[in-house]
Every structure is written in structure tokens, then in C-alpha cells.
């Protein structure tokens, strides 16, 4: 069992920046980020591949940054130049034993309870 725990969520203003973390309780060969909106399907936005690859979908590279933060267990997404459309619940997503290059739901076994960013003038 792997425990995740996101922080760094809130609001921000168009075009602002904002980081999140995920912390898991012990080192994950994959881990990503999702969001969900109301009304919507959850979604990848990144992940990690390895100790340093990683994968976007095309609309969102430019603006969202995956990487290891100083802890090997824990995940950092930093995104810049928001959007009200970046508003969502975002959820980080691991699997323990496998390197894992998808951005799809199912192919994680472990889900942080998520955080809010609510993008907002």
C-alpha cells in the first residue's frame, strides 16, 4: 500500500503560477498528475518516466513541469501562465514497482485524495 499526499493547491489568478506536491510513503518507479473538473473526465496532465523523463499531453507542455523534488518519494507540478480552464481537483497517481509511461487513469494503482486549484481574477 502506498499512502499520497498532495499539497500546494488554492487560487490563483490568471496567468499566475502555482506549485503542488505529492509526498508518498515510500519511492514510486512511476507517479503523475490528474485532474478532474466538475462535469468532466479525470485527466493526465504529466508524469514521470524513470528518475527523469517525463510526458505531457500536446496542450499542456510549455506550462506544466513535472520533476522529483528533493525527496526521492516525493512530486512536484509546477505550472505557470494558468488558465480559469486549469481550474480542477488534481490528483496525484503512483505505482510502486513499475516504471509507468501513460497518462491514463487506469494505469495507476495509487491516488492521492486530491487538492484544489481554482483559477480566479
Known amino acids: 500500500q502506498v499512502l499520497l499526499v498532495e499539497s500546494g493547491g488554492g487560487s490563483v489568478q490568471p496567468g499566475g503560477s502555482l506549485t503542488l506536491s505529492c509526498v508518498a510513503s515510500r519511492f514510486c518507479k512511476g507517479m503523475a498528475w490528474f485532474r478532474q473538473a466538475p462535469g468532466r473526465e479525470r485527466e493526465g496532465v504529466a508524469c514521470l518516466v524513470g528518475e527523469s523523463g517525463t510526458l505531457y499531453p500536446n496542450s499542456l507542455m510549455g506550462r506544466f513541469t513535472i520533476s522529483r523534488g528533493n525527496a526521492t518519494n516525493e512530486m512536484v507540478l509546477q505550472m505557470i501562465n494558468v488558465k480559469h480552464e486549469d481550474t480542477a481537483m488534481y490528483y496525484c497517481?503512483?505505482?510502486?514497482?513499475?516504471?509507468?509511461?501513460?497518462?491514463?487513469?487506469?494505469?495507476?494503482?495509487?491516488w492521492g485524495q486530491g487538492i484544489q486549484v481554482t483559477v480566479s481574477s
Open positions: 497517481a503512483a505505482n510502486s514497482d513499475r516504471t509507468t509511461y501513460s497518462l491514463r487513469r487506469d494505469s495507476y494503482s495509487y
